[in-house]
Antibody
Framework: EVQLVESGGGLVQPGRSLRLSCAAS????????MHWVRQAPGKGLEWVSG????????GYADSVKGRFTISRDNAKNSLYLQMNSLRAEDTALYYC?????????????WGQGTLVTVSS | SYVLTQPPSVSVAPGQTARITCGGN??????VHWYQQKPGQAPVLVVY???DRPSGIPERFSGSNSGNTATLTISRVEAGDEADYYC???????????FGTGTKVTVL
């Protein structure tokens, strides 16, 4: 059974940093691209960042480029999102999602999310 | 940046057919994916690559894509289909994932 478990969310002040983690199990982690998708309270879904199976291709939404860094450790079956210079508009539930294929593809499994609140 | 537009809401009676549109410039040239999200839950992929269904998704869910509009069709709607639905594509020009604005489906 595929499982994605996010952690690392919490309350943080504007301008500070936070690192999210996603522990994956139930599939061959290094065969698939992985992504972060967020959802602000009461709002729609927003793709944040994605990373290919071997970290060779990485993409970021314009809203986070230059502030967030995605990475993965295939030996640990883990995905990460380093978030710097956080803003109030980064407040959201952050989902870890698995790609259906090795490249950019639909998200076939999602975690339950970790909540990030940016507020003073 | 690429924009996907969905109607905010669709209402349908049980047993009838719901159609949810997703508009985008020449979206017919892209692969469209659809997600269902119920309150307090993570999204679930219901249709991918325009018209394919993941295992476990009922045949009542189908998709089509042509020109500037993609459509998710839910046949024989049930109360359990009440949810928010999002379309999604990959914008190859920017290598970004793009979600539609979302449609709330209400079963009357």
């Amino acid at each position: 059974e595929v499982q994605l478990v996010e952690s690392g969310g919490g309350l943080v002040q504007p301008g500070r940093s936070l690192r999210l983690s996603c522990a994956a199990s139930g599939f061959t982690f290094d065969d698939y691209a992985m992504h972060w998708v967020r959802q602000a309270p009461g709002k729609g879904l927003e793709w944040v960042s994605g990373i290919s199976w071997n970290s060779g291709s990485i993409g970021y939404a314009d809203s986070v480029k230059g502030r967030f860094t995605i990475s993965r450790d295939n030996a640990k079956n883990s995905l990460y999102l380093q978030m710097n210079s956080l803003r109030a508009e980064d407040t959201a539930l952050y989902y870890c999602a698995k790609g259906l294929y090795s490249g950019w593809s639909p998200f076939d499994y999602w975690g339950q999310g970790t909540l990030v609140t940016v507020s003073s | 940046s690429y924009v996907l537009t969905q109607p905010p809401s669709v209402s349908v009676a049980p047993g009838q057919t719901a159609r949810i549109t997703c508009g985008g410039n020449n979206i017919g040239s892209k692969s469209v994916h659809w997600y269902q999200q119920k309150p307090g839950q993570a999204p679930v992929l219901v249709v991918y690559d325009d018209s394919d269904r993941p295992s476990g998704i009922p045949e009542r869910f189908s998709g089509s894509n042509s020109g500037n509009t993609a459509t998710l069709t839910i046949s024989r709607v049930e109360a359990g289909d009440e949810a928010d639905y999002y379309c999604q594509v990959w914008d190859s020009s920017s290598d970004h994932g793009v979600f539609g604005t979302g449609t709330k489906v209400t079963v009357l």
